[in-house]
């Protein structure tokens, strides 16, 4: 496996800074935001203020790609927030993909909203379907990422969506930290429904917590030692049915400082698993 960090998680960091900064805490590569939004003056945020991120232009994407590789990191992918259905949207930044080095972008499904899953299915999977295609076109695979508030919260039902389509063209994201809010499968059982379709790993941890003001148990994003999920046990998990692929942290706590965080986690992970050694590419 090769541990990779995504760029999303480092909102007070420039791009320059986050290269540095994940090369010197022995990561191999990282995985771009890429957003037209790309932080401002003022506190930082993960969302709506995130400083380490790359502007959907082919010269920003050329400048990132410098900068991994003057740190002897890889590009990973490219996690843009293009809207399913928008086939232009997706071939812009398989576009930006191919022009920054990078094998995969990330997609998201449509979001869940009430009485409409099976029209959202439906155009789910025709919209993968002319993915699917773009990914052949550019040589760039499309990853599906499990989340919430979306119509595929859980493997099983980014399975659906994806399952029948070439796993070499599109997969999935693994995301076991989103499930602690929706979607949870035990991790085995997970990476069987995925099968050939598991592609990438995002990591982070979650616990759930009652507000001051009483009412419902919500969750917050915990440190990776520090939350429901045993990241550990998945690791190993991950190691002993032979995934070989990229583990991207992407960790929204605020327990630690950006920095802390970065090499805290790195330190963490590596104790429990051997990934290959920085500089590794796709």
Known sequence: MRLGVCSACLPELTPHQAAEAAAAAGYAGIEWRVS???GSPGPAHFLRNNRCTVRPERDAVRRARELCDRAGLAVIGLSGYVQAGDLRGVEHLMGLAAEAGAPRVRLWAPPATDGGFHEALALSVAFFGEVAELAGRFGVRALLEMHQRTICPSAAL???VVGHLPADL?????DPGNTVVEGSEDP??????LGEHLAHVHLKNAAYERPRDGGPWRHRWSAMDDGVL????ILRLLEDIGYRGWVSVEDFSTVRPPLETLAFNAAYLRAHVTFEQTGARP
């Open 170 to 174: 599109v997969g999935v994201i693994y």
């Open 36 to 38: 037209a939004e790309t």
């Open 230 to 233: 045993d990241i550990p046990a």
């Open 188 to 193: 085995r059982l997970a990476v069987q429904i």
């Open 158 to 160: 980014a399975k659906q």
